[in-house]
C-alpha cells in the first residue's frame, strides 16, 4: 500500500513517521511519503499518484480547496469545500480535519461558548464547523475580508457563525472564551509572532493553536504565561491522521502510538535545525 502527503512546503511534516508508525503495528505492508508538490503541478500530481497505484493522499497547506476540482466530496468535506484526505481508489474527498478538532477538545466544555477563529482556509472552515458542532458560537477573522466572508456565508448554513474584521480583532477583549489560530503564523518558516493582539488573551480562556510544528509556538508559549488552557496542534494532526489512516485501509491505528511517534519526528527536526 502505498500512501502519502502533498504540500508546498512539506519538509516540516511529521505524518510520514506517524503513518508509518501505525502501518507496522496494524501488520499493513505499506509505505507513507511526503511530496512537495509546486501549485500549478497538483492536478498531475493527484493523478500521477493514482497511476502509480497510490491508495490515498493527505492534503495540506496550500491545496486543501484547490484539490475539491479534482475529486468527489464526502461528508464535511461537500460541507466545507475543503479536503485533507483523498481516496484514490475511488477519488473520493474527505475532510478528517473536523473530526481531529473535534477529538482535540475532547475534554474541554465547548457549548455556549465564544470562540475566535483566526484564518479562513482549509484548517479555519473545519475547526469553525467543529466547534459550531460543539455548540460555540463562532466569530471568524482573516485578513482578507472577502475570504472570511466567503467562508462565514458558507458556515452559518450549520451554526452560529460571524464576521469580524481583522484589523479590528482587539476590540473582542474579554467577549470570547476559546481562541484558535488557522493561520501558518507561527509554522516553521512562516512568521514567529502571534496571530493576534496580545492584549486578546485572558487567563481564563482555552488557546488551541492547529500549528505543530514547532511544538511550542509562540501563541502557545504565550498563552502558557497568561494561565490559559492551551490544546496542541499535534493533537488535530494525530487524530484526523486516524481518521484517514481508517479511510484508507479500514483498521483503526493505535492513536498513542501515532503521538509517540510524531512527537518523536519532531523533537529530531529540532535537534538537527542550525
Known sequence: MYLGVIGYPI?????????NAALK???????YLAFEVKPEMLEKAVAGAKALGFTGLNVTIPFKEEVVKFVRLEGHAAKLKAVNTVDLREMVGYNTDVYGAKASFS??????KVALVVGAGGAGKA???????????????????????EAVEMLRKYGECMFYPYTRVEELKGKIDILVNATPIGMRGFEQKLPVPED???PEMVVFDTVYNPL???????????????????EMLIHQ??????????????????REAALEALKKQFITQP
Not at 509556538?217 to 490544546?231: F, N, R, S
Request: with cysteine; charged share 25%; net charge positive.
Open 200 to 202: 486578546i488573551l485572558q
Open 216 to 234: 511550542e509556538t509562540p501563541l502557545i508559549k504565550k498563552a502558557k504565561k497568561m494561565g490559559c488552557k492551551v490544546i496542541y496542534g499535534i
Open 107 to 112: 475534554d474541554v466544555d465547548v457549548d455556549g
Open 11 to 19: 519538509k516540516h511534516s511529521v505524518s510520514p513517521a506517524m503513518h
Open 127 to 149: 475547526t469553525s464547523l467543529a466547534l459550531m458542532e460543539l455548540g460555540a458560537t463562532v466569530i471568524l477573522t482573516n485578513r482578507t475580508e472577502h475570504r472570511g466572508l
Open 25 to 31: 503495528r496494524a501488520g499493513i505492508e505499506g509505505i
Open 241 to 258: 491522521g486516524a481518521k484517514a489512516f481508517e479511510i484508507w485501509t479500514g483498521a483503526k491505528p493505535d492513536v498513542n502510538l501515532m
